[in-house]
């Protein structure tokens, strides 16, 4: 039986080259596998909406927080100012005390038996005995006014302590939401920058149909609640003709006392009457002339808003203070249904009420939507609303 030769071994070479194809392949494996599909149009849109929507409840709770910080800045404030002027009472306490106590060690150093024996005028000295009892009694009501003010100092300065430690808990959380909206607002602004004019111009055009579609669906909503309305005003007006005819064919058993039932009951969600006097009007009159300003994220005004920072501009404008933040204004005021609307009313967006806006009629309202976006009017169907309130 032969021997079996070995393969020899692969020369450098071709070790090298096989190596070569191998990383290759690998590679070309490998971007294979990870390429990604640019981006479509719907899905930077969907993205940068994402992200907006994110910034504004950030927005939000930057607004809360910077109210709270003024609020303990106020506090803290106040709080130093008394721990100063108790300071200040104290020291004159100490004063006076060592004033008392000096002239108290003066007169006190000898018995008063053995000074009363030396002494050659007795009532002389009984005299002074008395004013020596009196610097006693003013030592001792010195003394507990220098303890009161002391516990009282004390407390101060601890309320002092607290309220300054909650000051720099809130601005290290202010400093948090305000990274988180710039961050936000950074990525959206990235993928937006990736766009050519013409894909962003077409991101714009859908904005506007879609505005547009919710709008018409509104405005469809509206004319069918009014059909839906009338129809029910008419069956009723048809049904009292009816009562009323009958009535009269039988007037034998028509009550004297009860008059024609030939008014209709009132439609369901009839308006409630407008606020009296002008407060509304100078609250829409106000959100009017603001159309065409910038947002501005934290801003209250006079050249840019955010949502709660228009509203709150607007009701001053009608010598009303409204809270700072929109989950806040949400608690202010009367409930109101959708029907029930009138102009002047605060309309809320979004399950957490991060959005808000003055609303003017029609179905309509005036809003500061987001960063990039001026103060327009939008149909309340546009975004998903919540309720309203009447503050």
């Given at each position: 039986m032969g021997k079996r030769r070995?393969?020899?071994?692969?020369?450098?070479a071709r070790l090298a080259v096989l190596t070569t194809a191998v990383a290759?392949?690998?590679?070309?494996?490998?971007?294979?596998?990870?390429?990604?599909?640019?981006?479509?149009?719907?899905?930077?849109?969907?993205?940068?909406?994402?992200?907006?929507?994110?910034?504004?409840?950030?927005?939000e709770r930057f607004n809360g927080f910077q109210e709270k910080q003024q609020k303990l800045q106020g506090e803290a404030n106040r709080i130093q100012?008394?721990?100063?002027?108790?300071?200040?009472?104290?020291?004159?306490?100490r004063t006076q005390l060592g004033v008392v106590g000096a002239e108290q060690y003066r007169n006190n150093g000898i018995d008063p038996g053995i000074q009363l024996?030396?002494?050659?005028?007795?009532a002389s000295y009984l005299g002074r005995a008395s004013v020596q009892d009196q610097v006693a009694g003013s030592w001792t009501s010195l003394l507990k006014r220098a303890q009161d003010e002391q516990r009282k100092l004390d407390q101060e300065r601890a309320e002092a302590a607290t309220t300054l430690a909650d000051l720099?808990?809130?601005?290290?959380?202010?400093?948090?939401?305000?990274?988180?909206?710039?961050?936000?607002?950074?990525?959206?602004?990235?993928?937006?920058?990736?766009?050519?004019?013409?894909?962003?111009?077409?991101?714009n055009a859908q904005e506007a149909a879609d505005k547009a579609k919710a709008a018409a669906q509104q405005a469809a909503a509206a004319e069918r609640?009014?059909?839906?309305?009338?129809?029910?005003?008419?069956?009723?007006?048809?049904?009292?003709?009816?009562?009323?005819?009958?009535?009269?064919?039988?007037?034998?058993?028509?009550?004297?006392?009860?008059p024609a039932a030939n008014t209709p009951p009132p439609a369901a969600n009839t308006p409630a009457p407008p606020a009296a006097g002008g407060r509304?009007?100078?609250?829409?009159?106000?959100?009017?002339?603001?159309?065409?300003?910038?947002?501005?994220?934290?801003?209250?005004?006079?050249?840019?808003?955010?949502?709660?920072?228009?509203?709150?501009?607007?009701?001053?404008?009608?010598?009303?203070?409204?809270?700072?933040?929109?989950?806040?204004?949400?608690?202010?005021?009367?409930?109101?249904?959708?029907?029930?609307?009138?102009?002047?009313?605060?309309?809320?967006?979004?399950?957490?009420?991060?959005?808000?806006?003055v609303y003017i009629g029609d179905g309509k309202m005036i809003h500061a939507p987001r960063t990039g976006k001026n103060i327009e009017?939008?149909?309340?169907?546009?975004?998903?609303?919540?309720?309203?309130?009447?503050?």
């Open positions: 070995k393969p020899s071994p692969p020369s450098r290759g392949g690998a590679v070309l494996a490998s971007g294979t596998a990870h390429a990604e599909p640019a981006p479509t149009l719907a899905s930077v849109k969907e993205q940068v909406d994402r992200l907006n929507e994110e910034a504004e409840q950030a927005i100012e008394k721990v100063a002027r108790g300071q200040d009472a104290m020291n004159e306490l024996m030396l002494d050659s005028d007795p720099d808990a809130v601005g290290a959380s202010l400093n948090a939401q305000k990274n988180e909206i710039q961050g936000k607002l950074a990525q959206s602004e990235a993928l937006l920058n990736k766009l050519s004019a013409e894909e962003r111009a077409k991101i609640a009014k059909a839906a309305e009338k129809e029910a005003a008419d069956k009723a007006k048809a049904a009292a003709k009816e009562t009323a005819g009958k009535g009269a064919a039988t007037p034998q058993t028509a009550s004297p006392q009860t509304a009007a100078a609250i829409v009159q106000f959100a009017y002339a603001q159309l065409g300003k910038p947002y501005g994220w934290s801003k209250t005004g006079p050249s840019s808003f955010d949502c709660s920072g228009l509203t709150g501009a607007a009701y001053r404008a009608a010598d009303v203070s409204l809270p700072r933040t929109s989950q806040e204004q949400w608690k202010v005021g009367t409930r109101i249904g959708r029907g029930d609307l009138q102009p002047g009313d605060l309309v809320f967006f979004y399950p957490d009420l991060h959005h808000v806006g009017v939008l149909s309340i169907g546009v975004m998903p609303y919540m309720g309203a309130v009447r503050p």
